[in-house]
């Protein structure tokens, strides 16, 4: 399957308060971008990987093309509206949707989520996380869902295939995984405090996830 990973880093990152663009801010010495673009890499699932910018990181765009990486300028309306504007500009096939907050992504976790959606008859997949692992990491995620009698949040990452792009309705899958990788989006200092907390665990561990 031909497939483009478009990595969102348009947003302004308010809650974090502080200055550096958050796609920027580092763990364990390195951007949060960056690890997600080694992961996405790690997958050896992609043909082709861009960054979606905006006029709120143009130091992401710069730190991008410095590692030879695609860039677009996104207008910076919102993290849907972005993507589709990304996906409808340069015309893209199908794309795997991801946030560049998500330090904690590996690989392996990205090829799981593609193989479910190829095995799918479904045009687009939203991946969630249940409501029981973000209480357990003391989170409180901004969007909850009820799917097949579980709450679930959604974490940020898709698949859609660009020609539904403009469609009002569209044929999509939901994958829920209790992924501590996945839960532990970063856009507070608390949330980056626990990233770090995490994260030599995660990247030390034969199979990457940790249980609860």
Same mark, same amino acid.
């Given at each position: 399957?031909?497939?483009?990973?478009?990595?969102?880093?348009?947003?302004?990152?308010?809650?974090?308060?502080?200055?550096?663009?958050?796609?920027?801010?580092?763990?364990?010495?390195?951007?949060?971008?960056?690890?997600?673009?080694?992961?996405?890499?790690?997958?050896?699932?992609?043909?082709?990987?861009?960054?979606?910018?905006?006029?709120?990181?143009?130091?992401?765009?710069?730190?991008?093309?410095?590692?030879?990486?695609?860039?677009?300028?996104?207008?910076?309306?919102?993290?849907?509206?972005?993507?589709?504007?990304?996906?409808?500009?340069?015309?893209?096939?199908? +794309? @795997?949707? %991801?946030?560049?907050?998500?330090?904690? #992504? *590996?690989?392996?976790? =990205? &090829? !799981?989520?593609?193989?479910?959606?190829?095995?799918?008859?479904?045009?687009?997949?939203?991946?969630?996380?249940?409501?029981?692992?973000?209480?357990?990491?003391?989170?409180?995620?901004?969007?909850?869902?009820?799917?097949?009698?579980?709450?679930?949040?959604?974490?940020?990452?898709?698949?859609?295939?660009?020609?539904?792009?403009?469609?009002?309705?569209?044929?999509?899958? +939901? @994958?829920? %995984?209790?992924?501590?990788?996945?839960? #532990? *989006?970063?856009?507070? =200092? &608390? !949330?980056?405090?626990?990233?770090?907390?995490?994260?030599?665990?995660?990247?030390?561990?034969?199979?990457?996830?940790?249980?609860?």
């Amino acid at each position: 399957m031909d497939l483009t990973a478009l990595i969102m880093a348009g947003g302004r990152g308010t809650r974090m308060k502080i200055e550096c663009e958050k796609p920027l801010i580092k763990i364990m010495g390195k951007p949060m971008l960056q690890w997600v673009i080694e992961a996405v890499k790690e997958s050896n699932t992609v043909s082709r990987i861009i960054i979606a910018v905006s006029k709120n990181t143009p130091k992401t765009a710069e730190e991008a093309l410095k590692l030879s990486i695609e860039v677009i300028e996104t207008p910076g309306k919102g993290y849907i509206s972005d993507y589709q504007y990304a996906i409808k500009k340069l015309k893209l096939k199908k +794309v @795997l949707i %991801l946030p560049s907050d998500l330090p904690l #992504i *590996n690989g392996e976790i =990205i &090829k !799981e989520i593609i193989s479910y959606y190829m095995g799918s008859n479904a045009s687009a997949l939203s991946v969630m996380v249940p409501l029981t692992l973000c209480k357990k990491l003391d989170l409180t995620p901004e969007y909850i869902f009820k799917i097949n009698e579980e709450l679930v949040s959604p974490v940020g990452i898709n698949i859609i295939d660009g020609k539904v792009i403009d469609e009002p309705f569209v044929k999509q899958e +939901v @994958l829920v %995984l209790n992924k501590i990788e996945l839960a #532990i *989006n970063v856009n507070t =200092i &608390k !949330e980056l405090n626990l990233a770090e907390q995490f994260f030599h665990k995660l990247k030390s561990t034969k199979f990457y996830t940790i249980i609860l």
